[in-house]
T-cell receptor, first 114, second 114 residues
Framework: DAGVTQSPTHLIKTRGQQVTLRCSPK?????VSWYQQALGQGPQFIFQ???????QRGNFPDRFSGHQYPNYSSELNVNALLLGDSALYLC?????????????FGEGSRLTVL | DAKTTQPNSMESNEEEPVHLPCNHS???????IHWYRQLPSQGPEYVIH???SNVNNRMASLAIAEDRKSSTLILHRATLRDAAVYYC???????????????FGSGTQLTVLP
């Protein structure tokens, strides 16, 4: 049973560019959340997708957007990249929009903005 | 959102029990207590969660104070593989906004000495 898979694992962009990160959920999961983790800090919630809609959003500007497909996979898009967007981006999946059970995380996509 | 307080770091000897404390004095009656850990270069991993009663699983035990203002994660026999950052997180119940996200603090860096 494949767990949560994210791609790419590492990427380098320059300021002002745009980036798309991808996440395939664990089998049987229908909810995808995205987190940003700066070096030395805990992950911060960006948003959650369920039934192809954004259900909850953290304190992030609208340069951060997402999408969920009918097969439950998801994309995170970041426009007009800033140096401060350099971080590990984590995808977490679960079942149901408000299920309080465990979430499964991928290993993340490491974004470096130069 | 209710917040948690954890020590920045702890040390333990291999094969000895470890007690990781967490204070959450502003916890509401409907908040679950979740623990996740993050090994180096990996995404967070679910450890355990509970509401009022003590909980056990194959990884750890969770002891919850009677007034629910504090809890302790217990690793019964620490191994080198248990060296990680441990996060104590409060998560709201179903149909609440806080149920849809995990709010990570700084966590406790556990070092296991051979």
């Amino acid at each position: 049973d494949a767990g949560v898979t994210q791609s790419p694992t590492h990427l380098i962009k320059t300021r002002g560019q745009q980036v798309t990160l991808r996440c395939s959920p664990k089998s049987g999961h229908d909810t995808v959340s995205w987190y940003q983790q700066a070096l030395g800090q805990g992950p911060q919630f960006i948003f959650q997708y369920y039934e192809e809609e954004e259900r909850q959003r953290g304190n992030f500007p609208d340069r951060f957007s997402g999408h969920q497909y009918p097969n439950y996979s998801s994309e995170l898009n970041v426009n007009a990249l800033l140096l401060g967007d350099s971080a590990l981006y984590l995808c977490a999946t679960g079942t149901g929009a408000s299920n309080t059970g465990e979430l499964f995380f991928g290993e993340g996509s490491r974004l470096t903005v130069l | 959102d209710a917040k948690t307080t954890q020590p920045n770091s702890m040390e333990s000897n291999e094969e000895e029990p470890v007690h990781l404390p967490c204070n959450h004095s502003t916890i509401s009656g409907t908040d679950y207590i979740h623990w996740y850990r993050q090994l180096p270069s990996q995404g967070p991993e679910y450890v355990i969660h509970g509401l009022t009663s003590n909980v056990n699983n194959r990884m750890a035990s969770l002891a919850i104070a009677e007034d629910r203002k504090s809890s302790t994660l217990i690793l019964h026999r620490a191994t080198l593989r248990d060296a990680a950052v441990y996060y104590c997180i409060l998560r709201g119940r179903i149909s609440s906004g806080s149920a849809r996200q995990l709010t990570f603090g700084s966590g406790t860096q556990l070092t296991v000495l051979p």
